[in-house]
């Protein structure tokens, strides 16, 4: 029986007479990878906010390990790591300077070269924030939701505008946070992402859930309706050509 470590229940998020959230109800389970799909206005970032404790909801309940998003949201946010967007970062700092920043924040002890070393980026230990490349601010802005040693990871479109290898480093990168232990939730556009990484998955559209299951699933019951694509299925794709032709490794700017 797996635990579950998220329960929303009948989520609803009105902005005056827009609802933005129509009564969603959906559990993530402990140590999986969880994935929220959907296009953009459909509700997704909106229901991460809310399990964040960055949005006040309209109703509903939700609950984090245990713990009702009403009553206990401080202690919520101690066991949550929450990707920052770029603008979260003073530019001017170097990575060891917002490291300590944000253990600081948390009151944590922190290891700056480990956890800087999980991401691939112990040689830019002394470099500003604004000398990264794009995949370097993404890999960096996972790090610092490590800090606080969360029991659950929100991740929202991390690997939007990188390149093939750096989109592919973030992948492993993801799948080692979820083998230390942490649940991870994702948002992404990339249904080839959420396909590799995801063990189910939840579509929004419209404020609603419209379908919630394993990838497998969902691909399987597409394919017994009789849907078949235009286009001969191949072994590989594009971007495995591109990967196997310049390689895995990271190319920094």
Known sequence: MQKTIISVKNLQKNYGTFEAVKGIS???YEGEIFGLLGPNGAGKSTTLEIIE???DKTGGQVMVDGMNLDNEPDNIKKIIGVQLQSSGFYPGLTLLELIHLFAGLYNRPVQPMELLK????EDKAKSKYKELSGGQKQRFSIATTLINQPKIVFLDEP???LDPQARRNLWDLIKDIRLKGATVIITTHYMDEAEQLCDRIAILDEGKIIA?????K???DLVATGFERPKQVKAANLEDVF???TGKEIREE
């Open 53 to 55: 404790t960055l949005r």
């Open 26 to 28: 959906f559990d993530v």
């Open 218 to 220: 969902l691909i399987d």
């Open 243 to 245: 990967i196997s032709l």
């Open 212 to 216: 919630l299951a394993s990838p497998d």
């Open 118 to 121: 999980l991401v691939n980026l």
């Open 159 to 161: 690997t939007t505008g």
